[in-house]
């Protein structure tokens, strides 16, 4: 479960988020918005530039029109009739060699009724009709130009139609050569240009023009996203290290006042623990060897230094030390551990073998602390022999570190015990205490070092324990 004072701090984050998102929204639909703006405007553009090249080449057609038709054809036959087929194939020559290279779909031209008189394709001539309004404005003298889109309901809301087509009409005037008076209006001419090529054009500018705006959206969003996550991450990663550290500070707390109390009790019943184990004593003294009694206080004496062990343990690993460090050597520590030991157990059958490199660096460490874990280690290794046997002790340097490790040849650890046997209070054995190792492991790494057990393939376990030889001080 996500802790809720992590997802408190997060909350900022979320805020950046839904603007930055909001933001890229309006942006987007902004470009939205701005695109269709521009095609309305590119495409009011295109028609005015069509519009304009119809009127021009309106203006071109209506002058060669004239020269070559009209004024001979009035010339030749008197009066100009365009069903007569000698008159209409003139006209279509004289179109056809004027428009031939100019971008043009349909000509038709209108006498001055509503009827088409010539046109690009012939099964249109003859039809009544069919200029409307635009041919009575061409009439009178006035041009006009409209679209005409064909396409289904989408096609033409997105302003892609299947066809668009621009279709002109513009009068057919009489010239009058050397004057700037225009001429009479001799009929009506109507141009017809297919724009859905360039309809199409500009629709495929627009949807480049969005992909790229979204690509871009998408891909700054995507950016942020990244941003805000790590951001995310490290404020909720220092917020763990906070809540971590609240947790051993209140740890520490814990702990240095029950080591307060239990410096307390323990010294409240050393004292009386002292003067039981010296009665004793003097009680021993005082009842015969032979006195089946003496067993009594001998029984006393030995509980009671138990006890006082206890305590020590005790003591030991609820009020950690701080190391108060100065240059020593593991091999002397090792050695007085050893010797305070042997002259306990000489007669147990226990053998110590010390394996040290022969150049082992000083260290600036608590010898006495040390002195404490090691003897920890070896009453372990040796309550794991309970008949003797041998204990080996190595030591060497390697990656800047010091490298102790020591053997025996015990029972060695249940796989299910391995994990336990660093928590206070586990035991396994009937006057244990369960504090040994939780002292080492205190000792060692308020060195600044690494201890570990394990199980030896040969049998018995193996102590390891790293410790750094250029530990700051
Ligand atoms: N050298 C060893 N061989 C086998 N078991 C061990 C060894 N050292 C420790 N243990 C196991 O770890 C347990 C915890 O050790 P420790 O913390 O020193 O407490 P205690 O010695 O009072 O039981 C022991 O009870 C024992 O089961
Ligand atoms: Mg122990």
Redesign the pocket.
Known sequence: MQNPALTERAKPFRLVKYFSLLSLVLIFVGTIILSMFNIHWIRAMQFEKSEAYALLLIENLNHQVFMQFILPVGLQFGKIELHNKDQFERMDSVVRSTLHSFKVDMVNIYGMRDVIAYSFSKELVGLENMGGTSFQNALEGRSSSRLIQKGGFWELLFGVPKEIKIVTFAPLKAEQPLTPVSGLVLGVVEIEQDLSDDYRSIFGFQIMTLVTVSGVMIILFLIMIIAVKRGESIIQKRAQEQLKLKEQLSRAKHLSSLGEMVAGVSHEIRNPLGIISSSAELLQKKIAADDPMNKIPAIIIEESSRLNNIITDFLNFAKPKTPHRFACRIEDVIDKNIRFLSTQTQTKGYVFHTHFDKVLPIIMADSDMLYQAFL?IF???M??MPDGGDIHIFAKTADDSLWIAVE?Q????PNE?MEK?WDPF????DK???????IVKNIIEAHGGIVR?ENRPEGG?R?SIKLPVKEEL
């Open positions: 920890n009453i372990n290794a309550q794991a025996d015990g029972g060695g650890i015990s046997i586990f035991t396994t054995k244990g205490t369960g504090l040994g190792l939780g057990m376990a102590l």
